[in-house]
């Protein structure tokens, strides 16, 4: 388990994150699948207002795949991934440049990272020692055989996520069916104070319109100052650093008329647009304070998105891993955010299972309806968190 705090950074300074020009590319190429993350699990979603994704974690958890990976289940994680056209050693190393350095870039924020292992005893003797080693190498992964069959596996696993998360997931694990011999997965934790925080003697009640018609009363966090402020046709956007600046969470506030959806549908073509029309202007904010925790199962989604061969039985290849038919049972994803007058706490978990198939002027931005934000590094691009916001209350 990688568990650094940014109070450990070299002379507490805060330091922009260096990155290789291939690497770079590989960053930014993965926030496209992040927005499609986020896009297709909103096509999915039916129940849940709010919907919060890490594409961090996600990609994080595949990248221990891949070094199992092989053939065209490979290269459709890849692909999907953005990483298509690099070596596995270059795909490693953009991901230990993360791990080494995110944790480690603002002294007055906290970004934790762990990746872990878990394999069935009886399995053990097929695994293959060249996928533990790498990912033990490049991902420092917790690596443990368990008895699956015993229910203290669950438990054991369970108690990794929660002390991963500093008890912000609880757990990513009910139960472990006869066929899973594994699971690969990865735990985040970001805790950053806002910049200029917010003062609670200011926050009030006010309506958000949840939808046309329907209002709720959220608490409604105010700040009047300079910040990084755009905005469009589409919507008002404001950039809310933490710590030293190195990270930040933007806001994007649809226009009337508008329509989260209608944003994000923009999203991977015209991000990198949107980031270079922000300017410092004086701004009159108005923001909710929330709290909320997202679970999903990935396994659609991420087959609707490109990555189809590595759910499907007999025909995966993960012979990387082991000389058997193996293949993804599940992809769970599990995050948290909470968001105050302080700052932002947030925590996001992805199992994978494998299974055996054989073996200047002031303007005013008022966020009282459905919104969107991103949570990320600002030097390479990469984003940690992203969602939406559709009932704080909730």
């Known amino acids: 388990m990688l568990w650094v705090s940014g109070c450990d950074a070299v002379q507490n300074q805060a330091q922009p994150l260096k990155l290789s020009d291939a690497q770079q590319k590989v960053a930014l190429k993965s926030n496209r699948f992040g927005f499609d993350l986020l896009n297709q699990t909103l096509k999915e979603e039916t129940q849940n207002p709010n919907v919060v994704v890490s594409p961090l974690s996600v990609s994080m958890a595949f990248g221990l795949a891949l070094n199992g990976a092989k053939g065209n289940t490979r290269t459709e994680i890849e692909s999907t991934l953005g990483v298509a056209g690099l070596s596995p050693e270059e795909i490693n190393q953009t991901y230990r440049a993360l791990l080494d350095q995110l944790p480690t870039l603002d002294p007055k924020v906290q970004m934790n990272i762990a990746n872990a292992i878990w394999y069935d005893r009886q399995f053990g003797t097929a695994v293959k020692p060249d996928f533990l080693a790498s990912n033990q190498t490049y991902f420092d992964a917790k690596v443990e055989a368990l008895n699956f069959k015993d229910p203290v596996a669950v438990n054991t696993i369970n108690n990794w ?128 304070r929330w709290k909320t925790a997202y679970e999903v199962t990935l396994n659609n989604i991420l087959q609707s998105l490109g990555i189809k061969e590595a759910f499907m039985g007999g025909v995966a290849d993960f012979t990387g891993i082991a000389d058997a038919r193996l293949s993804i049972s599940k992809v769970k994803h599990k995050t948290f955010i909470e968001v105050n007058e302080k700052g932002t706490e947030a925590a996001a978990v992805t199992s994978i299972g494998i299974e055996v198939t054989s073996f200047p002027n002031m303007s005013q931005m008022v966020v009282n309806r459905p919104f969107l934000f991103v949570i990320r590094e600002k030097s390479s691009g990469t984003i940690l968190f992203l969602g939406r916001i559709q009932d704080p209350t909730r």
């Open 161 to 288: 996520v929660n002390t991963s998360t500093k008890g912000k997931i609880a757990k990513i694990l009910d139960s472990i069916s006869t066929s899973e011999v594994m699971f690969l997965m990865n735990a985040l934790y970001f805790k950053g104070t806002w910049t200029t925080e917010f003062d609670e003697k200011e926050t009030s009640n006010t309506p958000f319109a949840i939808s046309p018609g329907t209002n709720t009363n959220v608490p409604m966090m105010k700040q009047t100052g300079q910040m990084a402020y755009a905005e469009n046709d589409l919507f008002q956007a404001v950039e809310l650093p933490y710590g030293d600046e190195i990270y930040s969470m933007t806001i994007l506030l649809p226009k009337e008329g508008k329509s989260p959806k209608s944003i994000i549908a923009e999203m991977p073509s015209k991000w990198d647009i949107w980031q270079s029309a922000f300017r410092e202007q004086k701004i009159a904010l108005q923001l909710p």
